[in-house]
């Protein structure tokens, strides 16, 4: 946690003196502040239905984002605060059935970068903060409430700062034009914090845990720290008389103090088609991956995630495990910028 606080420390200390240039007006430095709001919403009622026709459902999300970059003669400083939320609620079958809103994704994410020109008109010095977490409590049957299924008590899987993800790293910025980025770090740090002990004790979040010969946990740590070189690529553009934007970021992590070989990646991709002023569809996709983070797996692929399985019919019981996440969505957004 010290080491956390201090990393912190650190990157809002660079940026406080940005912030302090920032504050007497340049005629070479410029803020540029916008927001932008995207809505999932979907719903079907149906009062007596046919045998055979379904069920009613209601689905809430949406996607929201803060940024504020700033862009000088020579220096830039980027900045965005997104949250990406979905529910969604289910007509009921039976009375077996929970009721209530199931989760389907929260993501809480800041993303830091600063860069000072070094060489010429492209290389800079930099240092870039991604910290991200979620802004709902989780539980085991993915529903906002706790519920018993299968006569099972539910817990909490996870919940705010439990897990969060902090990482740092300084280094070297290669911009060759406009639109591309290149970022490496030799000593990126990253810090797994799980604040409840309880979900630190679940060994699913990548913090460390140590296990005796038969699996069973002796002792853990309500953090992971890693150390290593991280190479982040970015790329954004527009197309068709800027009626098309696209945006993607590719983020690389080795970590030099265990199984360097397993790289972590995160590859962000969102393609914005305008439909008038301030009004577009946006289609997101994401690909993350963290060997020390586990992830549901369905074992017996029968589309239900965490299924106990059943021994007696020779079914197979879902399992946790490092595992590539997919995340795609589409909504309609609203952009302003101030």
Known sequence: MRLLIVVLASFFYLNTIAAQDAAAPKA??????????????????????RVGGGTGRFGLGGLGTVTANRKADMSFWNNQLSLQLGLQKQGRTSLSQPAGFQKNLDLLRLQSTYGYKIIGE?????????????????????????????????????????????????????????????????????????????????????????????????????YFLGLGSELVGRYENKYFKD?????????????????????????????????????????????????????????????????????????PADRQAPAAQLTGAFMLKYSVIF
Request: glycine share 6%.
């Open 243 to 315: 009626r098309l934007a696209v945006k993607s970021a590719l983020r690389l992590f080795s970590n030099y103090l265990e199984k360097p070989q397993n790289v972590d990646v995160l590859f962000t991709n969102n393609f914005s088609i305008q439909i008038f002023k301030g009004l577009s569809l946006d289609l997101l996709g994401e690909l993350f991956y963290d060997h020390d983070v586990k992830m549901s797996l369905d074992s017996n692929e029968n589309g239900i995630y965490g299924d106990p399985g059943d021994a007696n019919l020779n079914i």
């Open 28 to 49: 070479d430095s410029m803020w540029t502040i916008s927001s932008a709001f995207g809505l999932d919403l979907s719903g079907l009622g149906i009062v007596n239905p």
């Open 122 to 222: 492209k290389w800079f010095a930099s240092a870039d903060l991604l910290a991200q977490s979620q802004f709902l409590k989780t539980y085991k049957s993915n529903y906002l409430k706790p519920v018993t299924l299968d006569g099972n008590p539910d817990i909490v899987v996870s919940k705010f700062l439990s897990p969060a993800l902090v990482q740092f790293s300084p280094g070297i910025t290669y911009k060759p034009n406009s639109h591309l980025t290149f970022q490496y770090s030799p000593v990126a740090v990253r810090y797994i914090f799980v604040a409840d002990d309880s979900l630190a004790f679940l060994d699913i979040h990548g913090n460390d845990v140590t296990r005796d010969a038969n699996g069973v946990i002796t002792s853990y740590k309500n």
